[in-house]
Nanobody
Framework: VQLQASGGGLVQAGGSLRLSCAAS????????MIWFRQAPGKEREFVAA????????YYADFVKGRFTISRDNAKNTAYLQMNSLKPEDSGIYYC????????????????WGQGTLVTVSS
């Protein structure tokens, strides 16, 4: 599976962005999709995940109520809708594909996209 993340940009605090992760290959629907982010000088951290079936989602506490993860298996695409953005949400956002639900460590994921930069100004 090859992943291509897009949708990042510059937004003011309180604004919204929608990230997309387009996948190639016919096995997209077999993978859980996970979003991570990495701020300068910090480790990559888990943001949100959606089960391969679309039936379950999981969020990091710091995005609950603000971000929504979704997927469209017919389009081989996962999304991350980000609302009420804060300056501390800035960083490079990566999408990843994995097979182990509740295993959110970056090393546990099988495939990675190249990342898309999100900058939230105060």
């Amino acid at each position: 599976v090859q992943l291509q993340a897009s949708g990042g940009g510059l937004v003011q605090a309180g604004g919204s962005l929608r990230l997309s992760c387009a996948a190639s290959g016919r096995t997209f629907s077999s993978y859980n999709m996970i979003w991570f982010r990495q701020a300068p000088g910090k480790e990559r951290e888990f943001v949100a995940a959606i089960h391969w079936s679309g039936g379950s989602t999981y969020y990091a506490d710091f995005v609950k109520g603000r971000f929504t993860i979704s997927r469209d298996n017919a389009k081989n695409t996962a999304y991350l809708q980000m609302n009420s953005l804060k300056p501390e949400d800035s960083g490079i956002y990566y999408c990843a594909a994995g097979t182990r639900w509740f295993d959110w460590l970056p090393v546990a994921q099988d495939y990675w996209g190249q990342g898309t930069l999100v900058t939230v100004s105060s």
